[in-house]
């Protein structure tokens, strides 16, 4: 008679090696002669957690004729793209991203089409927004970097670095400085020349790191306000003639357009002169003639972009010149670590700015990015935190409450804890910080919401037919 000690071994001894096979073996299956035995992966007992919210289409689930294939991350984290990570629409709306998918449908062809993207630090040096605008670009057209201010808080966009000689920079939000007005460009800022005695001048150039699209253009677009002055802008690249332009004088907001069919493989430099007074200058865009752009706008430390903080009429005065046809807001990170009960005064806030919003561009459709997942260290490990669900539902509520789109970023990412996961997967999706994605997971969600994108509209656009 076998004893029961003797079973306990046995089995623990025959677990030894199926662990042992389990996670040696490579190949999911061992031949043996004829036979093959086929081994589980932890992904086939684990299934990764598969998040797809249908609340657009009604009752026609179009995600069936979506490509779909799977994109292993690590060896236990899978990011599933067999399914749509929806885009909601508030209930009993059929689609209010429709003014935008209808401006594709009958202007991509005539002229570009721009998305403003504001976010947090979450999308700072074009984290996110790059790949969106790749991606929406390969579907349906366009070029080019995006707006650019002349400087910002971090070190620039990957796609677009700027140097500057004779500039002085203000913005809105997170700064105590104090700015001569508050006519500051939509991007948060504004620039003044130190010396108005000397030329200002900067150059732009790329980096290894830009995406192809991001490298060729068409026209360059300066936005400013002369100061009812005129002054000169030189454009030069090597083995190209120079451009030379003149401002208008007038007190009202200007943008220069100035054709320039090139790339980014030889810096192009800007020198304006002439000013005796100083302007405000807002930025360049690197655009082509038509299709799609994405302009990444990210304000560090903020909560919300503050819009109110800006003279409204300038604000709208620039944007009627830019043909904006969707909004991205993503914000909210500054407010998972004042851990509350209850936020009602941030939806309150976000409501109150999407009105403002509306406002200024009437004619664009809005898209609010909710919270992504965070983790914070606690009893030993680490865990999201536990305030992310109501800050998430108040973003949604004050979207829906304006007729505003919305996209689950958390549960796009797995849900709750799924920080954990981005941070230890191979190679890292997320920061150690737990807070912001590295550039591979800001690759993956720009990708996501490109495909959310993509498919809302096929889904509004069959509904039309």
Same mark, same amino acid.
């Given at each position: 008679?076998?004893?029961?000690?003797?079973?306990?071994?046995?089995?623990?001894?025959?677990?030894?090696?199926?662990?042992?096979?389990?996670?040696?073996?490579?190949?999911?299956?061992?031949?043996?002669?004829?036979?093959?035995?086929?081994?589980?992966?932890?992904?086939?007992?684990?299934?990764?957690?598969?998040?797809?919210?249908?609340?657009?289409?009604?009752? !026609?689930?179009?995600?069936?004729?979506?490509?779909?294939?799977?994109?292993?991350?690590?060896?236990?984290?899978?990011?599933?793209?067999?399914?749509?990570?929806?885009?909601?629409?508030?209930?009993?709306?059929?689609?209010?991203?429709?003014?935008?998918?209808?401006?594709?449908?009958?202007?991509? !062809?005539?002229?570009?089409?721009?998305?403003?993207?504001?976010?947090?630090?979450?999308?700072?040096?074009?984290?996110?927004?790059?790949?969106?605008?790749?991606?929406?670009?390969?579907?349906?057209?366009?070029?080019?970097?995006?707006?650019?201010?002349?400087?910002?808080?971090?070190?620039?966009?990957?796609?677009?670095?700027?140097?500057?000689?004779?500039?002085?920079?203000?913005?809105?939000?997170?700064?105590?400085?104090?700015?001569?007005?508050?006519?500051?460009?939509?991007?948060?800022?504004?620039?003044?020349?130190?010396?108005?005695?000397?030329?200002?001048?900067?150059?732009?150039?790329?980096?290894?790191?830009?995406?192809?699209?991001?490298?060729?253009?068409?026209?360059?677009?300066?936005?400013?306000?002369?100061?009812?002055?005129?002054?000169?802008?030189?454009?030069?690249?090597?083995?190209?003639?120079?451009?030379?332009?003149?401002?208008?004088?007038?007190?009202?907001?200007?943008?220069?357009?100035?054709?320039?069919?090139?790339?980014?493989?030889?810096?192009?430099?800007?020198?304006?002169?002439?000013?005796?007074?100083?302007?405000?200058?807002?930025?360049?865009?690197?655009?082509?003639?038509?299709?799609?752009?994405?302009?990444?706008?990210?304000?560090?430390?903020?909560?919300?972009?503050?819009?109110?903080?800006?003279?409204?009429?300038?604000?709208?005065?620039?944007?009627?010149?830019?043909?904006?046809?969707?909004?991205?807001?993503?914000?909210?990170?500054?407010?998972?670590?004042?851990?509350?009960?209850?936020?009602?005064?941030?939806?309150?806030?976000?409501?109150?700015?999407?009105?403002?919003?509306?406002?200024?561009?009437?004619?664009?459709?809005?898209?609010?990015?909710?919270?992504?997942?965070?983790?914070?260290?606690?009893?030993?490990?680490?865990?999201?935190?536990?305030?992310?669900?109501?800050?998430?539902?108040?973003?949604?509520?004050?979207?829906?409450?304006?007729?505003?789109?919305?996209?689950?970023?958390?549960?796009?990412?797995?849900?709750?804890?799924?920080?954990?996961?981005?941070?230890?997967?191979?190679?890292?999706?997320?920061?150690?910080?737990?807070?912001?994605?590295?550039?591979?997971?800001?690759?993956?969600?720009?990708?996501?919401?490109?495909?959310?994108?993509?498919?809302?509209?096929?889904?509004?656009?069959?509904?039309?037919?």
């Amino acid at each position: 008679m076998i004893k029961p000690f003797t079973v306990v071994k046995i089995l623990l001894l025959l677990g030894l090696i199926w662990g042992l096979i389990f996670s040696l073996n490579t190949l999911n299956e061992i031949q043996l002669g004829s036979f093959t035995l086929k081994i589980p992966t932890l992904e086939s007992i684990i299934k990764a957690q598969k998040f797809s919210v249908n609340t657009y289409p009604p009752s !026609s689930n179009k995600s069936k004729n979506v490509n779909k294939a799977n994109t292993k991350i690590s060896g236990k984290f899978v990011v599933d793209s067999l399914e749509v990570d929806w885009i909601q629409h508030p209930p009993n709306n059929q689609n209010v991203l429709f003014s935008f998918y209808h401006k594709i449908k009958t202007e991509k !062809s005539k002229e570009i089409i721009r998305i403003l993207h504001f976010g947090d630090s979450q999308i700072e040096g074009d984290r996110i927004s790059s790949v969106l605008r790749e991606e929406l670009q390969k579907i349906w057209g366009g070029s080019g970097t995006g707006f650019l201010p002349l400087s910002e808080n971090n070190l620039g966009k990957p796609s677009a670095q700027i140097q500057l000689n004779n500039w002085q920079k203000h913005q809105w939000f997170n700064s105590k400085q104090n700015a001569p007005h508050n006519l500051y460009g939509f991007t948060g800022y504004f620039h003044q020349l130190q010396n108005t005695l000397n030329p200002g001048i900067f150059s732009v150039k790329t980096s290894g790191f830009a995406l192809p699209k991001s490298l060729h253009f068409k026209n360059i677009k300066l936005l400013f306000n002369s100061k009812n002055q005129e002054f000169n802008c030189i454009v030069e690249q090597k083995n190209k003639a120079s451009i030379s332009q003149n401002s208008l004088a007038t007190e009202e907001v200007q943008l220069l357009t100035i054709p320039f069919l090139s790339n980014l493989k030889q810096n192009v430099s800007f020198t304006l002169s002439g000013a005796t007074n100083n302007i405000d200058f807002y930025g360049i865009s690197l655009d082509s003639d038509t299709g799609i752009t994405v302009d990444n706008i990210p304000m560090r430390g903020s909560s919300y972009i503050n819009v109110s903080k800006a003279n409204f009429k300038n604000l709208k005065h620039q944007l009627d010149y830019l043909n904006v046809g969707l909004i991205i807001y993503q914000f909210g990170i500054n407010v998972v670590p004042n851990i509350l009960s209850n936020y009602d005064f941030y939806e309150k806030m976000v409501f109150n700015e999407l009105v403002l919003l509306k406002k200024l561009v009437p004619n664009a459709a809005i898209l609010v990015i909710g919270i992504s997942d965070m983790s914070y260290f606690t009893n030993e490990q680490y865990q999201s935190y536990p305030n992310l669900e109501l800050i998430k539902q108040a973003q949604k509520n004050a979207a829906f409450a304006n007729n505003c789109a919305f996209w689950d970023l958390q549960e796009v990412m797995g849900g709750t804890n799924s920080m954990v996961d981005w941070v230890n997967a191979q190679p890292p999706l997320a920061q150690p910080d737990h807070a912001h994605f590295s550039p591979a997971g800001a690759k993956i969600i720009g990708k996501k919401l490109a495909q959310a994108i993509e498919q809302d509209y096929k889904d509004y656009m069959s509904l039309q037919e």
